[in-house]
């Protein structure tokens, strides 16, 4: 159980990223696309271990206009999964959003109910769905629920 991390602002690409991505994705953004995340408009942020300096997870956070923010990717280290660090890493995404007047959106598969309850819990509404979004790991699609979390919700504890 982790105890004491930070979140640190992410502004180059480290091949740690990578590897969360690829242990912890059935499939996995390409690496080419990840260190594409990490140009003009764009914003990420990690959340390490205070005690081994470890990255144990990201957020990459895609800024096309200064009010409207898209989370693109939120990975949490599969051993470190369920100890509130995804909750963390969009919490202070959503915190900075308010601090900057800014509505954040993302999408999410339909199939990821964790990430939904996580996403409800922090005040995102389902504005609705993207058909057929996602692949699936047997060659299908799943659609995904697109959330929005306006400038005057509160982010909760």
């Not at 990690?46 to 081994?52: I, P």
């Not at 957020?59 to 923010?69: G, L, R, S, T």
Request: with cysteine.
């Amino acid at each position: 159980m982790i105890t004491a991390t930070s979140i640190v602002e992410l502004k180059t690409w480290m091949p740690e990223i990578a590897a969360i991505e690829t242990k912890t994705n059935q499939l996995p953004w390409p690496i080419e696309t990840l260190k594409s995340c990490f140009s003009h408009g764009y914003q990420n942020f990690g959340v390490y271990s205070n005690e081994t300096q470890q990255l144990l997870g990201f957020i990459i956070v895609h800024q096309p206009i200064p009010d409207e923010w898209t989370i693109m990717n939120v990975v949490v280290s599969s051993a470190f999964q369920r100890q509130g660090l995804g909750e963390k890493l969009v919490g202070y995404v959503c915190a900075l959003a308010v601090a900057n007047n800014a509505s954040v959106f993302l999408e999410v598969r339909e199939s990821n109910q964790p990430a939904i309850d996580l996403y409800t819990k922090l005040s995102f509404k389902n504005l609705g769905r993207r058909k057929a979004y996602y692949p699936t790991a047997s060659g299908g699609r799943e659609d995904a629920i697109v959330m929005q979390r306006s400038t005057t919700n509160e982010v909760s504890d």
